[in-house]
Structure formats: C-alpha cells, structure tokens
C-alpha cells in the first residue's frame, strides 16, 4: 500500500467505516424496531402501492355527482325542494373535502406537487377551505394528536376539551361548557362556518407564508363569494338564503360529524409527556365499524388508527391492513379502540359535558396514567 493511500483522508477500511457507521446509527428502542418491522410488512404486501386509477374514478364520480345536482338545481327553479338539493351539494361538497384530505397527505399521485395542487383546488373551491391554514393546523394534529397546548383540533373554543380549560370559564361560558355535550350535533352545524372564517383569516394575513396565496384567495372567493351570490341570483332572496343556510348546516354536519368521532373523548397526553409513534398514534385514535356503508360515508375516516400510523396511504388500503395492524396491537396489548357511530357521538357527548364539569382526567391516557403508579 502506498504512502498516499494511507495519508489520504478519503480512503478508508471496511473496520473503519463499520466503526465510523455504528457510531452514527442511532439506537434504536424495541418499541421503534417492532413497528418498523411492521412497515415492512404493510410494503410486502404492497399495501402502499398507489391507487391513481381508483382515485380518478372517484374524481369521475364527484364530477357526475355535481353535474347532477347542477341540473336538479336548474330545473327546480324557485322551489323549496330546492332545500333537497342544498343537502345534496353539501353531501357532494364534503365527499370532495374527502379527496382534498387525501391528496394533502400526498396518497393519490407520487408527485407531491400535483397533490398539492389538486388539495388547494378541491378544498378551497368546493369546501371553501383554506389548504395553507388546514395543513398547518392538521400537521400538528397528526405528529401529536390530543396532546394538550400542541394539537389545535383541541384547543379550547366554542367547546373546550380539557377540565383545566373549563375551569377558567365564568356566567355563560361555564354554563355553556358543563351542557356543552349536549349542544354537540348543534355545534357541529356550525363547524364548517368557522372553518371559512379561519381560512379567509389565513390568506389575508401576511405574517404567515402561503405557497398558494393568491390562487387560494381567488378560489375562496369564487366559493364564498361568486356562488353564493349566483343563487341569490337565480333563486332570489328568500329562496335564495334558505339554500345557502341549508347547504352551510348541512355541510358542517357531516364534515364535522366524520371527523369528531374519531378522537374525541379519546385519551389526552400533557403537555410535557413523551410516548413513542405507535402509541401516540394508535391510543389517542379511535376507528369506527359499521360495513361499506360507514367506509363510503365518511371517507376512509372511520379507520382513523391506520390513517395515523401510515398516513400517506390510499384511504382505499386501509380497510386492508386493520387486520395487520390489529394483530400487532394484540401481539403487544396495546389498546385498539373501536366502536359504532352511534356509539361514539354518544362517547363524546357524555365526555364533553364531564370535561365542562370539571372532572379531572375523564379519559386518562394509558401511558400517562402507567408513568404515574410507576412513582
């Protein structure tokens, strides 16, 4: 070997670069290993594969859907069956709301680029949402979900989901949250009111960078603005803001009726607590049953543990790897939640009015409440 092989910092030995790269490695904890074993699994079984042909369908689908509801528009007229077709495109609405959620998550094209752009298109024009503020705001949910002060989908508003947050409240507003379940469905027909209001609020602000601000201002206003006057145009005024309320009621219901089952009277993880992935996934979520029925209407949604632990999956494999995912959890005894619908509005209805009570840790979580008999 040559006195420039040895001097020259670029060559090394295999011991060296072994050495060199278990150093590096990070340790990794049993807890990190066994589900890495387990996304081998799911991609041996060609369970992240993408679904684009199953996806354009679905587009094809939602472009009849409208083109339908278009023409029941037309020739109704000036009808209160027309109250009948505000349903419709509020079904219509939150079915592509559906489509934005997955295409944020990158699940329909390899390009991250087109799926950006078909969330910014499909959630700003038909669900009048903002795309840059919902990914802010859906990001945080799914690196820490229920975990108090960094989760927004929890942080106390109208409804407060924490016995700390309720007991700062006074007159009304603690009134209001000790009953605060039982205006849960109400609530909720409200829900998408206050999402247009937090997505106008994002664009217009120019503190917060926006990859697509201009084109997401002009969609929300051909949503929030152009359509709504195009009705009140071809409707009139009274059937015209019979439509429009209609439509906004229903669309908060169901869009907020399939997203609030889902974590909702779930367990809460302070602030300061630290649970590995596939806990912090899978305890906090909670899937909903219920047949074909259940997987249509709410999007793939209702298998929320499996959308959290491989969130960049077609909604149309999750049903596939629940029985993967199950087995894990068993193998392991870690709690897997599932219910009915019904079942769970009702979980979270009676875990809403105990939290606007006071009740301290109605719904402990698992991990946090291990860690303090260990004390």
């Known amino acids: ?52 042909r199953w996806y354009i369908f679905r587009m094809v689908r ?22 009948a077709t505000a349903v419709l495109f509020a079904i219509m609405c939150t079915l592509t709301g559906f489509l934005s959620h997955d295409a944020a998550h990158r699940q329909i ?25 919902w990914m802010n705001k859906h990001g945080k949910h799914h690196a820490n979900p229920n975990k108090i002060g960094v989760d927004l989908d929890i942080a106390a508003g ?59 201002m002009a969609l929300l206003f051909v949503r929030l603005v152009a359509f709504p006057a195009a009705v009140l145009m071809f409707l009139g005024p009274v059937f015209g803001i019979a439509f429009l309320v209609v439509q906004e009621l229903a669309l908060g219901l169901y869009m907020g009726g399939s997203f609030a089952p889902n974590h909702k009277g779930m367990p809460l993880v302070p602030k300061d607590v630290k649970i590995d992935f596939m806990r912090r996934q899978t305890l906090m979520s909670r ?15 209702n298998y929320q543990i499996e959308h959290h632990l491989f969130p960049t999956m077609s909604s149309r494999n999750l049903k596939r790897v629940q029985p993967m995912v199950r087995a894990y959890c068993a193998e392991r005894n870690i709690t897997y939640t599932e219910t009915t619908l019904a079942n769970s509005y009702m979980i979270v209805m009676r875990y809403l009015n105990r939290v606007g009570l006071g009740e301290r840790d109605p719904f402990e979580c698992p991990v946090t409440a291990q860690l303090r008999s260990a004390r």
């Not at 680029?113 to 503020?133: D, Q």
């Not at 109400?186 to 990859?211: E, G, T, Y």
């Not at 899937?287 to 074909?292: E, L």
């Open 287 to 301: 899937n909903i049953s219920g047949g074909w029925l259940v997987d249509a209407g709410m999007g793939g949604l």
């Open 109 to 133: 094209f390899a390009s991250a680029k087109k799926n950006a752009w078909t969330a910014v298109i499909s959630g700003n024009l038909f669900v009048g949402l903002s795309h840059g503020w």
């Open 1 to 52: 070997m040559s006195s420039a092989t040895l001097e020259s910092p670029d060559v090394l030995d295999e011991s060296t670069v072994l050495t060199k790269t278990a150093r590096k490695r990070p340790v990794r904890d049993r807890h990190t290993t066994d589900f890495i074993q387990l996304c081998d699994e799911v991609r041996a079984a060609g369970l992240m594969e993408r679904e684009i």
């Open 158 to 216: 109208a409804i407060v989901f924490d016995p700390e947050s309720a007991a700062k409240r006074t007159g009304f507003a603690k009134w209001f949250a000790a009953h605060q379940g039982t205006f849960f469905f109400p609530l909720l027909s409200l829900s998408v009111l206050d999402l247009h209001i937090n997505s106008v609020r994002r664009v217009l602000d120019r503190k917060h960078a926006m990859p697509h601000r201009r084109v997401e």
């Open 62 to 83: 939602l472009a009849l859907g409208f083109a339908a509801v278009g023409v029941m528009f037309v020739m109704l007229g000036q009808s209160w069956w027309q109250l």
